[in-house]
């Protein structure tokens, strides 16, 4: 049976493509009538008064459902670690959608994984999450930044030069 534990720590012996994502979405929370302007569409809405309570309630429900995450407080500078959790941060470049909700900005990282059935699954299961307990908007202005590695190796400059030559190939159709 396969090892399905999420979350992979660092072999330096195992040679194996690692890869983390960045995901940035608005998060709908009550606006400030207290009514619920769609009380039709499924997905929490709870009063989260600031960017910390929303953060934290992120957090807890992802460990409710076996994530480790993290909600630090932005303004104290993070130290420097090899960082096992997935960690909730503001985003001032997304745009809140023109709905009745108080939108607040959410950049969503995960830590580096390295590319394995248990891994895209700890994906899924974030996602999923995310979307059946909150009301999400994403739009133009949200991203998904995907990061690859080779672990802590990094790329050789000939795999390097064939990624670019690959990039410059095909940026047009793209």
């Known amino acids: 049976m396969e090892d399905t534990t999420p979350l992979v720590r660092y072999n330096p012996r195992k040679s194996a493509y690692t890869f983390g994502l960045e995901i940035e979405f608005a998060l709908a929370t009550m606006p400030e009538s207290g009514i619920d302007p769609e009380p039709y569409i499924s997905g929490t809405i709870s009063n989260m008064p600031d960017h910390q ?3 934290n309630a992120l957090r807890e429900t992802l460990k409710s459902v076996g994530i480790s995450a993290e909600a630090p407080d932005l303004s104290v500078p993070p130290l420097p670690s090899h960082r096992q959790s997935w960690i909730l941060k503001d985003d001032v470049t997304i745009r809140a959608p ?8 959410i950049e969503l990282c995960s830590p580096a994984l390295y590319f394995t059935p248990g891994s895209l699954e700890q994906v899924r299961i974030v996602l999923e999450t995310l ?5 999400i908007n994403c739009n133009r202005s949200c991203g998904l930044h995907v990061h690859v590695g080779n672990a802590l190796r990094g790329f050789s400059v000939q795999t390097i030069r064939k990624l670019m030559a690959t990039i410059c190939k095909l940026q047009p159709p793209l």
Do not use: E, G, V
Not at 98 to 105: L, N, P, Q, V
Not at 131 to 135: D, F
């Open 53 to 55: 309570s929303a953060r």
């Open 98 to 105: 023109d709905r009745a909700y108080s939108w607040i900005a």
């Open 131 to 135: 979307a059946k307990t909150y009301r």
